[in-house]
């Protein structure tokens, strides 16, 4: 674990933060961490490949494999996805 240093400033003062610094755990990426995810920490790159995997199973799952069919469930789906997030 690194620590990072930035120095601001801020209307003719200098202020000094501390905040610890992260690599991400994905692989053999030295990137800086960004998003945490459970236990992981991941860059910017490897937390959208983390989503878009999960939206690739949950479409496979549910039988989403063209355009199409994917189309076809939200026109079906899309008045009651939008209840529930006014609900919320």
């Given at each position: 674990m690194n620590t990072y240093k930035p120095k601001n400033t801020i209307r003719s003062s200098?202020?000094?933060s501390t905040r610890?610094?992260?690599n991400?755990?994905?692989g053999q990426c030295h990137?800086?961490?960004m998003f945490r995810v459970f236990n992981n920490n991941y860059c910017r790159e490897?937390?959208?490949n983390h989503h878009h995997g999960i939206a690739l199973r949950w479409n496979a799952?549910?039988?989403l494999d063209t355009v199409e069919k994917r189309k076809n469930f939200i026109s079906k789906n899309i008045r009651?996805?939008?209840s529930k997030l006014k609900g919320a």
């Open positions: 200098t202020v000094e610890e610094f992260f991400c755990t994905a990137s800086p961490a490897h937390y959208d799952d549910n039988g009651t996805t939008i």
